[in-house]
């Protein structure tokens, strides 16, 4: 990845981070008394990934990717800059449990997330497909 597609790549991300952010208010004011937390953070996979999906395709041209395997390392850098994210800020700024911020990573157990991480993961080279970038 050239350092041009990496920058753009890392500004993207934090575009993402913080839709993701607003996102997340938005569920906890409108969603969570409704539906409780739990349900609130299911929903939230979905209406999350359609968010990552639109900005993915809203940018894809402007990354500069040319091949699906750049597209690949660009969500795979997402993904892990946003598992970073969720896991440090989550514990050292909310002060949420290890357990807790598993819970959403426990498909056995109804969390969601893992599906949310891999159309994250994915999200660029399908944009790429998508706009015919690659």
Known sequence: MNPNMLRRSLALW????AAEILHGIARGILLVPHVGE???NQIGVFTGSLIILVIALATVRWIGAKQPAQL???GVLWLALTLAFEF???RFVVGASWERLAADYNILEGGLLPLGMIVLMLSPW?????RGVV
């Open 88 to 90: 440090l800020f989550g």
């Open 126 to 130: 399908i944009a790429g497909r998508v």
């Open 38 to 40: 739990f349900r609130s």
């Open 14 to 17: 934090l575009l993402l981070i």
């Open 72 to 74: 690949l390392g660009i």
